[in-house]
């Protein structure tokens, strides 16, 4: 096979100004940039029209179901020449047969790109993204990432279409999983681990392209129906939406999906300004951009394109290079070229992206790189993995409340424990929503982890109570007697998998089903009940905060689930997950986030105790959440001091250093996750009451303190002026930090105008 490679890329060769035909692709391809640029021209030079546009078409492999049905690419699709890439074909055997009918027997021999959604594991499944996230803890998500491209790759992908990097505010929207949260500053140094997780420097054969996704503004979906409309102002736009995207394109990132929406009238798969404009010209990224599934052919159903070719033509005019699934390159650009209504140029500098991505991985050199089964065997599932997995499982659960230390749960006293609900012993909910080729038989349920750490001395019994979502309650007098017949009781309630993720809103975010009733005809039992609630959002679970002492957020956490959860509920793992989003109380406040503006008339309590009425807040609630960002308990605690800025005055282009200490003053050892805020106090633009400007994950031993230096640059001060340039203004700056958004430790410093 290798041989055959080395004869392909060596005719490829042939026209190689400059290089000998002797030359090997591999001398070619470890050359260096301006050699790279040669061999692409002298392959471009080769390659018809339709050749071209083949390369820019992506097809679903024959399994792929990550969208409405669509006809799969097959083998002599590939012999033709009309395919550059698949999305969802993997397997070492299968990626090598297809692999081997594009080098041998189309025309010039391309070899192919195998993408797919590998988002939180490929095998080793680990905690969904947004549980991830809750770990605050980027060199844990770095490594989640790190390990699935390993695992990914041995299973014939070069390329995952992760990161997610929108961020979420409205948690109706289910892809609120998939992503880092609602905050800039975390999704920016979570889609920085991310990229380098996957993408490494790419030089090596487990390392594959990542994705920045979906370009841009998906979060802000309408009433967060997944695909609606987005509309917002520039500011915004650039301010909470855009940077991300940014970040992942400062770490490296190779490529960019563009999203369903539109921004402000403009389908984001015509969106030149963003694509070409922002993206490209402006930030200097220099990948590729592939469409979202069918979003070329979607411009019609936009009401922007009147058929398959104008589609065509208005997406790769805005930049989109690749067409995934929609098939309208390569069946319809073709004449709009010999027409004259796109430029060959476009068509072109499209086609150079896609090649130099192939260049890149090396594939010209050896197609079969990433092709190999007994790589495939020997990197799946390691118990090396599922260790992994089980600590970032474990560093993802967040304890949200905990009222008279109801948990841990008293390992060795415990004789008989009660495990209640739908959730206990699902294995596939365990896996979250995109789990790759996670399989539910991998996965430890909750009573499975439970029963293990346990051992015989205490008595597990198990009632299901309810469905998570249907209606019916006979299963509740079981649940309620063996809640009767232990000592304490844990109840694993929620959401399912599926109801989160793409094609996944929901208007009702609280329990689903019965499963309220469930915990209270539970509790009514006498016993003590703690919650474990699984879900791929933030829910409104005002009445369980009300039911029980203790609730964990579990969110989806992968294999090694319930490993992780009995390290928590047992204490043998003191919990420091935090929110990563903010926990309405209702639907109704709606989008809730802590980086809020003041607004003119903020609510404000009178000496009556009462609100004032011409404020802005609610009749039939409070303005704050259940859980706020940042929020999460341990079973120990944590004392701040004020933060210490090192300056009283710094200049406006100057750097500031805050120290920040934290005592664990509780009598176990734990995780803490110091968060830094800042407010601009006035400034020409409004500006947010806070914004994280750092955190950093720490472990303490009972009774010790750290200092923690924080740094806080320039663009940690900055905002978007009216001129929408970036710029620190003069005047006074708030610090806060602690172990949650509504720290109350603080400090202030001034920035003076420079050279005052
Ligand atoms: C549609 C989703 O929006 C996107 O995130 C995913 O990568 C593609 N389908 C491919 O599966």
Known sequence: MRALAVALSASLLTATAGLAVADTPKAASKAGARDEAAFIEALLGKMTLEEKLGQLNQPPGPDNRTGPQAEAGGLDQVRRSEVGSFLGLHGAARTCQYQKVAVEESRLGIPLLFAGDVIHGFRTIFPQSIGEAATFNPAAVEKSARIAAIEATAHGFHWTFAPMVDIARDPRWGRMSEGSGEDVYLGNVLARARVRGFQGDLKRDDEMLATAKHFVAYGAAEAGRDYNVADMSERTLREVYLPPFQAAVDAGVQ?????FNEVGGVPMHANGPLINGVLRKEWGFDGLVVSDYTG???L?????????????ILALDAGVDIDMVSDIYRK?????????????????EAVRRVLRLKYKLGLFDDPYRF????REQARTLTPEFRQAAREVARESLVLLKNEGNALPLAKGKLRKLAVIGPLADSHPDMLGNWAGDGRPEDTVTPLQGLRTALGSATQVSYAKGASIDGKDTSGFADAVAAARNADAVVMFIGESAAMSGEASSRTDIGLPGVQQQLVEAVKAAGKPVVAVVFSGRALTIEPLSKTVPAIVAAWFPGVEAGNAIADVLLGDYNPAGRLPVTFPRSVGQIPLYYDHKNTGRPIRINPDGKEEKYT???LDSPNTPLYPFGWGL???????????PKLAKIGAGDTQQVAVTVTNTGTRAGDEVVQLYVRDDVSSVTRPLRQLRGFQRVHLKPGESKTLDFTLKPDDLAFLGLDMRKRVEPGTFIVFAGGSSDASQQAQFEVVAQGR
């Open 616 to 618: 802005s807040r609610y």
């Open 332 to 348: 319809s650009l073709p004449a709009a070229v010999r027409a004259g209504k796109l430029s060959q140029k476009t068509v072109d």
């Open 296 to 298: 070329v052919w979607e």
């Open 371 to 374: 092709c190999n089964v007994e």
């Open 300 to 312: 019609e159903k936009h009401g922007i394109a009147a058929d398959d070719t104008a589609a065509g």
């Open 634 to 644: 341990s079973y120990t605690t944590f004392r701040y001091d004020a933060p210490k």
């Open 255 to 259: 490529t960019v999906m563009a999203s």
